[in-house]
């Protein structure tokens, strides 16, 4: 699946099968980035910020498993990944069926460029088409431009999760947020 992005740019989403040296390689690159780990997940303090984490090719084999990744190419070069979990146990929302979202966009020259609002496009058309009734996701309250992004997409605030990560010293909100696919 792709789709000509902003500056016509060839934005595809190809789906993972299978893992390899190369992408755990990239995945840990991307999930250990001072420059985008904060948004990545969620930590208690300034330490387990810091704290590098590594996967394995096991690691996401088991990963594949429960999730559905798609790696994210702009013009044949692989700037991020999707991933999508069914009936999370920590959707906030526990409608049957419901999506929980995962993105990264894990290389700098594809951030600001269009390129997560055409991947979630491309997505939300695979899983409509599967029958998911719903999206939901998390975004750390600090995040105002993964905010933009979201509400410009059509997702909504269904609620918050007080105190839920630590960046910039201070505790931030998980914002959970929806969008109907149905």
Do not use: C
């Not at 190809?14 to 390689?25: E, F, G, M, W, Y």
């Not at 990944?81 to 290389?107: C, F, K, M, T």
């Not at 998980?174 to 969008?179: C, Q, S």
Request: glycine share 8%.
């Amino acid at each position: 699946m792709s789709r000509k992005g902003m500056g016509m740019m060839a934005i595809s989403l190809v789906p993972l099968k299978k893992a390899s040296d190369a992408i755990v390689a990239t995945f840990n690159r991307w999930n250990n980035d001072p420059a985008i780990v904060h948004l990545i997940r969620p930590v208690r303090s300034a330490e387990e910020l810091a704290a590098e984490h590594h996967m394995t090719i096991e690691d996401l084999t088991d990963r594949l498993l429960t999730h559905d990744i798609f790696l994210i190419y702009a013009d044949d070069m692989l700037v991020g990944e999707v991933n999508v979990i069914y009936d999370a146990p920590h959707l906030y929302d526990n409608e049957r069926g419901s999506a929980w979202l995962g993105l990264v966009i894990g290389e700098l020259n594809g951030r600001g460029r269009g390129i997560g609002t055409m991947a979630l496009l491309l997505l939300e058309e695979r899983l409509r088409a599967q029958g998911v009734p719903r999206i939901e996701l998390g975004v750390f309250g600090f995040n105002e431009a993964a905010q933009r992004l979201y509400r410009k997409v059509g997702y909504t605030e269904i609620a918050r999760i007080e105190s839920f990560t630590y960046w910039n010293g201070q505790f931030w909100p998980d914002i959970r947020m929806e969008k109907r696919l149905d």
